[in-house]
């Protein structure tokens, strides 16, 4: 997912630039805390929201790409930290084994240690705000920060919830992951002009919604999508499950439930769940869903003039709508194999 990002030298250079800026600012500390967050902040990542800020800045006024002031890498930076501190925190709350394919840091140094780096990275991502001198971007990632926490709570609140509504679901998404992404594009527009910030807060927001969608599709299981991630095991009910709950009877629903209330999750229980989905539409609608939000991202693009960051913007627009499409095949040729 994302190969947008990697065909272009001028993203290539805002990752690194934003890499830069994170590494100086976390070890300009000393403690334990800095050593656990640099550690996994180079394990990797897309860096997709440290891209969504600058181009969000260049498209009000289509300005070129380059120069990239140094104002938007403290911002780009600061948003990567507060990424970077949600996962700790995630780690922790589900206890994941591993991060990127490596031993997560609560599996390696314990929860108490990964806490207090989530927390640390919190800290240091509003020094870098601070340093930005973008005064109008310091109250938009406090308010941020806080429908994050909350967006966390009502997440686990809501754990092996088999009656999850649609939407409590999309107020979990909204709230845990799309203002992160809704905050990027916000704060890149307040950094330029200011006056299309609420509109490119928008695009994000719904960008944010339409990727942990299709991030919810990977991980619903361990085999379809070859993730090996399964968020069912730790009770999350992805969009496809909330409908077919709602709509399954004789027994299956019953079924369903024991599946994962027991962690069952083996090639057959599997192909169960796959083919319930399949039979009541539930990949069909959630994709469609996923398609909306695309669309209304598309949408507040075209209000702006054609430019460099624009396209690039559409650019990514059309690769998450091509992914949750390879997404269907890969379903359908998980139960073609599995057969």
């Not at 002031?69 to 922790?92: P, S, W, Y």
């Not at 394919?101 to 314990?110: D, E, I, N, V, W």
């Not at 941020?144 to 998404?173: D, P």
């Amino acid at each position: 997912m994302m190969q947008v990002l990697k065909k272009h030298d001028v993203l290539l250079d805002i990752v690194e630039r934003c890499n830069a800026v994170v590494v100086e600012r976390i070890k300009e500390n000393t403690h334990s805390e800095a050593s656990i967050a640099l550690e996994s902040f180079n394990n990797g990542g897309k860096r997709l929201r440290p891209i969504l800020l600058v181009l969000a800045a260049k498209v009000p006024q289509a300005e070129a790409l380059e120069p990239i002031n140094d104002t938007l890498i403290r911002l780009a930076g600061a948003v990567e930290l507060v990424h970077l501190a949600t996962l700790f925190h995630d780690d922790v709350i589900d206890q994941v084994d591993t991060r990127r394919a490596k031993l997560s840091a609560r599996l390696k140094y314990g929860n108490y240690a990964s806490v207090l780096t989530g927390d640390f990275a919190l800290a240091e991502a509003l020094e870098l705000v601070q340093r930005s001198g973008v005064a109008s971007a310091m109250p938009e990632f406090i308010r941020t920060l806080r429908v994050l926490v909350r967006g966390e709570s009502l997440e686990t609140s809501h754990k092996h919830n088999y009656s999850l509504s649609e939407a409590q679901y999309y107020e979990i998404i909204s709230e845990k992951s799309a203002s992160l992404f809704a905050l990027s594009c916000k704060a890149g527009a307040l950094a330029s002009s200011g006056e299309y910030a609420d509109a490119l807060g928008h695009f994000g927001w719904n960008l944010g919604m339409a990727f942990q969608m299709i991030d919810d599709l990977d991980d619903m299981l361990d085999s379809p999508q070859r993730s090996y991630d399964c968020d069912l095991r730790n009770g999350y009910l992805s969009l496809p499950m909330i409908r077919v709950l709602d709509a399954l009877q004789d027994g299956h629903r019953e079924r369903l439930i024991s599946i994962i209330e027991n962690a069952d999750f083996t090639p057959a229980t599997e192909r169960y769940i796959v083919e319930m989905c399949m039979e009541y539409g539930a990949f069909t609608e959630t994709h469609a869903t996923i398609d909306r939000h695309l669309e209304r991202s598309g949408e507040t693009l075209a209000r702006f003039s054609p430019s460099p960051a624009r396209e690039l913007l559409t650019g990514i627009v059309g690769e998450l709508r091509a992914y949750a499409g390879e997404q269907t095949r890969n379903f359908t040729a998980f139960l073609r194999n599995s057969a």
